[in-house]
């Protein structure tokens, strides 16, 4: 399996993660002596499941280093066209991939175990989309005071993990399905329209669980998702904000 890693977001220096990147990729704001993406790097370089690296948005000026070939794409304007862009830069470099470990750049507590279960578990079904969740007890315990947002099924809140996996073939061939989605991110009715007024409502009055929601949202968009009960908290804890990353520069400096 190959490794896409998408490295946008370029903090403007009204945003309090400005201080720590000075106008630079938020991937390269440093935690623990390196910059959040090295760790990651450093994560799939020592699994024996990951071939290549692909990076978008960043390029080889940065220094970054891993032990598996590392490839460029330049930013493509979104994260939809990244994640196609990253795509297709993969499949460019070998033909025969099926699969896409996609890791988010802001997620630098991962270590090489976690990279290697997700492999191993996605490995056990024949899925289209492999998406990590996180309980709320499971997030709280290892980073209390993260202030993630959970999202209340039935008999569990959790959130979302940032590391996932997906075919080549749903993002190459479905590109349709991409299009749509980016076009409707911020229109929330048009979004409705896509997943199902039925299934909101179930999820909205915690009548299903995770593996229901997915199952059916699966059948509405034609694709086969599963979703994954993450026992790894790092998976989800991203520094999207300037206190998240605080937060992981102190749980660095603790080990």
């Given amino acids: 399996m190959d490794a896409l890693i998408t490295a946008g977001g370029f903090p403007s220096e009204d945003d309090p993660f400005f201080k720590y990147t000075l106008g630079k990729s938020k991937a390269l704001a440093e935690v623990g002596g390196k910059p959040m993406i090295q760790w990651i790097l450093d994560a799939v370089g020592e699994s024996s499941k990951i071939n290549n690296v692909v990076i978008v948005s960043l390029d080889d000026s940065t220094g970054l280093t891993c032990k598996k070939p590392i490839h460029y794409v330049s930013h493509q304007g979104g994260m939809i066209d990244n994640i196609k862009a990253g795509t297709e830069k993969i499949v460019e470099i070998n033909q025969d991939a099926k699969y896409v470990l996609a890791i988010a750049s802001d997620i630098p507590a991962i270590t090489t175990e976690m990279v290697d279960w997700l492999v191993d578990t996605c490995r056990e079904t ?24 959970y999202t209340k099924l039935k008999g569990v809140e959790l959130c979302g993990g940032d590391m996932n996996v997906f075919t080549t073939s749903s993002v190459v061939a479905q590109e349709g399905l991409w299009n749509k989605l980016e076009a409707n991110r911020k229109k929330p009715l048009k979004q409705v329209a896509m997943v199902g007024i039925d299934n909101l409502l179930l999820i909205a009055l915690r009548l299903i669980t995770p593996e229901q929601a997915a199952a059916r949202i699966s059948k509405r ?24 990353l605080e937060l992981l520069i102190k749980d660095f400096e603790s080990r």
Avoid: H, S
Wanted: glycine share 4%; net charge negative.
């Fill in 126 to 149: 024949d899925d289209d989309l492999y998406y990590n969740i996180i309980e709320r007890a499971v997030m709280e315990k290892r980073f209390p005071g993260a202030n993630r947002t």
């Fill in 221 to 244: 968009i034609g694709m086969k998702a599963r979703a994954i009960r993450c026992p790894y908290a790092e998976i989800a804890m991203d520094a999207d904000k300037a206190e998240q």
